[in-house]
């Protein structure tokens, strides 16, 4: 059985999370705020585990990382730390590609749909629909779009 490790119990996170607990492959939960990571890891039953640790669990087959684009430097990390297994792929499930694709909302949220490809994907050594280059540019994009709705709130209430 795929056994995932979520980085990052933040909003991304915490739906990553939830998705990969209800396929029935969360294996544990990484966050620098160890009170998040604790809260988190007691809610659907599994460890939160230093970053560390997760990379030397032989355990856990894959990570998710739902991190800010300025923590890309932990997938080098975590390349380095792992020696003879597969790097993390992805930032988290992201849809990609010029061409449209239609999904089945009633069949399957997003998320589920893009989090089985990913554990497929690792089970099968597939490449994935999009790779964590394609993730850390797609969150710098909703950073900078988050940054600009902050700052055009805070104008409207001045």
Do not use: Y
């Not at 980085?7 to 209800?22: F, H, K, P, Q």
């Not at 792992?82 to 909302?105: I, K, Y």
């Not at 999009?130 to 104008?155: H, K, M, P, W, Y």
């Amino acid at each position: 059985m795929t056994r995932i490790a979520v980085v990052g119990c933040g909003a991304w996170g915490r739906n990553l999370i939830r998705t990969c607990a209800e396929l029935g492959v969360l294996g544990a939960v990484i966050d620098t705020d160890a009170a998040a990571a604790a809260r988190e890891a007691a809610a659907w039953s599994v460890p939160a585990l230093p970053l560390a640790q997760a990379l030397d669990d032989a355990g856990l087959d894959a990570m998710i990382i739902a991190a800010p684009a300025e923590a890309e430097t932990l997938t080098g990390k975590t390349d380095a730390a792992r020696p003879g297994r597969a790097p993390p792929t992805e930032t988290g499930p992201v849809a990609a590609g010029s061409e449209p694709r239609f999904v089945d909302l009633l069949a399957e949220p997003p998320l589920t749909r893009e989090t089985r490809h990913f554990i497929r994907c690792r089970q099968t050594r597939d490449a994935p629909f999009t790779g964590i280059e394609e993730g850390v540019r797609a969150q710098r994009v909703l950073e900078r779009v988050q940054f600009q709705l902050n700052r055009c709130s805070d104008q409207l209430r001045t």
